[in-house]
């Protein structure tokens, strides 16, 4: 048994780095007992309905879908995820292995929501980075138009004259998504 020994620092050819170890850690975890979890696979079953197919190419009327838990919206199930409500498991180091296994399998169905792939991604950003879900939808929508490159269009589009810089006009694309967030919410 190898206790405490650096598997990356035995077999550098195979893990060049602490990090490419526990990756490669990680994704056996999530693959395997995740993927193949009996509780989440029962949770899923339970709350799955049917909807009518999104599909208008489609052979059949209905398709499984179900109510995404952070958006209230429908979908089908391939657009879905099976979510731990308290997530943010790390495993970074052999320190959080216990920890990380337990809080990804020793879960029961009160644990989980079904979730959109897309509100996925932003939950787990809003987790890393400490911030609300609407917070962390618009920096990932900031983050998307600075990406494709559209800041001044989308700026122009919203009739906003466009800073010189690219951290600047960043900024104004995020205080702007901050303010029609605030107005949606005034709205509700």
């Not at 009518?52 to 190419?57: D, G, Q, S």
């Not at 205080?175 to 005034?186: C, D, F, I, R, T």
């Amino acid at each position: 048994m190898i206790d405490d020994k650096k598997l990356w620092e035995i077999y550098p050819h195979i893990w060049a780095t602490e990090s490419a170890y526990m990756s490669w850690l990680r994704g056996g975890i999530r693959r395997y007992l995740w993927a193949k979890n009996p509780v989440k696979l029962e949770f899923i079953k339970q709350n799955r309905v049917k909807i009518p197919n999104p599909n208008p190419k489609g052979k059949v009327k209905e398709v499984w879908g179900g109510v995404c838990a952070l958006t209230g919206n429908i979908f089908p199930i391939g657009d879905m995820e099976v979510d731990h409500k308290e997530g943010n498991h790390s495993l970074k180091t052999l320190d959080d292995l216990v920890p990380f296994v337990k809080g990804i399998v020793m879960i029961t169905l009160d644990d989980l929501q079904l979730v959109s792939k897309e509100a996925h991604k932003i939950k787990s950003y809003a987790e890393k980075h400490g911030i609300t879900f609407e917070e962390a939808r618009v920096e990932k929508k900031v983050i998307d138009i600075m990406k494709n490159k559209l800041d001044k269009q989308w700026l122009k589009d919203n009739n906003v004259e466009a800073a010189t810089t690219q951290v600047a006009r960043r900024k104004q694309i995020k205080e702007l998504l901050l303010k029609q967030l605030s107005k949606e919410n005034e709205i509700e």
